[in-house]
């Protein structure tokens, strides 16, 4: 049995994030931290399957919910300040919401812009431990985004459309050198990893990836010998 604990963190008087933490009543040793998009929030069909997923499999949740978009101070900034304020909203909430837990270690899944705040904690390291990771749609045009993955020595899921404006043919088979990262490309499917006009085939292409996620998960559990 699950309880879900549901509220906000209130990092400064411009940034409050909400926040959805799905815990076992049972205590478990693994958690995923999920960073969803701009448009593409946790309500959303992959953010509600990968839920599941991680709940079968033993994994606690927690979506952050973050709302940077929306505040007027935020459009204000630079792309490296709203690199850090994306980051530090991410960070706050995990220590806060996490500081009384021992899960011994971290799934790490985002999708489009949750995948700069999740690359910065790759170098950074303040909050996971023995992380694994799912990147969803990454934002690989960024170099912050690419050079992360390219040179990570954690366990990683990279999914994205053919069809997705930040995909390049070239960046992916340079990231298929790292034998760390598991890649999956989904055929005319877009930044949502939807195929436009034929919905048949965007279920298909979720059935593999919640496949793909799936495997990955079950690999990887924090509740398994890896």
């Given at each position: 049995m699950y309880e879900?604990?549901?509220?906000?963190?209130?990092?400064?008087?411009?940034?409050?994030?909400?926040?959805?933490w799905i815990r076992s009543k049972q205590p478990n040793n693994s958690i995923c931290i999920?960073?969803?998009?701009i448009?593409?929030?946790?309500?959303?069909?992959?953010?509600?399957?990968s839920t599941n997923l991680f709940a079968e499999?033993?994994?606690?949740?927690?979506?952050?919910?973050?709302?940077?978009?929306?505040?007027?101070?935020?459009?204000?900034?630079?792309?490296?300040?709203?690199?850090h304020w994306m980051y530090e909203d991410?960070?706050?909430?995990?220590?806060?919401?996490?500081?009384?837990?021992?899960?011994?270690?971290?799934?790490?899944?985002?999708k489009s812009i949750g995948t700069i705040p999740m690359a910065m904690e790759w170098a950074e390291k303040n909050f996971i431990n023995q992380p694994m990771g799912i990147w969803l749609t990454p934002l690989l045009k960024e170099n912050l985004v690419f050079d992360t993955l390219l040179k990570t020595d954690i366990p990683s899921l990279c999914v994205i459309g053919d069809q997705d404006q930040h995909y390049m043919q070239e960046r992916i088979?340079?990231?298929e050198t790292n034998k760390l990262i598991s890649t999956l490309v989904i055929p005319n499917a877009?930044?949502?990893?939807?195929?436009?006009?034929?919905?048949v085939a965007t279920i298909e292409a979720m059935k593999v990836i919640i496949n793909r996620m799936q495997d990955f998960i079950r690999?990887?559990?924090?509740?398994?010998e890896l």
């Open positions: 879900i604990i549901e509220d906000e963190v209130l990092r400064n008087e411009y940034s409050n994030i909400p926040y959805l999920m960073l969803p998009g448009g593409y929030s946790t309500q959303q069909p992959l953010f509600h399957y499999n033993d994994v606690d949740i927690l979506h952050i919910n973050y709302n940077f978009i929306k505040s007027k101070q935020f459009v204000k900034l630079n792309k490296t300040e709203q690199e991410v960070r706050i909430v995990v220590s806060e919401v996490l500081k009384d837990t021992n899960y011994e270690k971290c799934f790490l899944l985002s088979s340079i990231l877009n930044h949502s990893l939807e195929v436009n006009g034929d919905i690999i990887h559990s924090m509740n398994r």
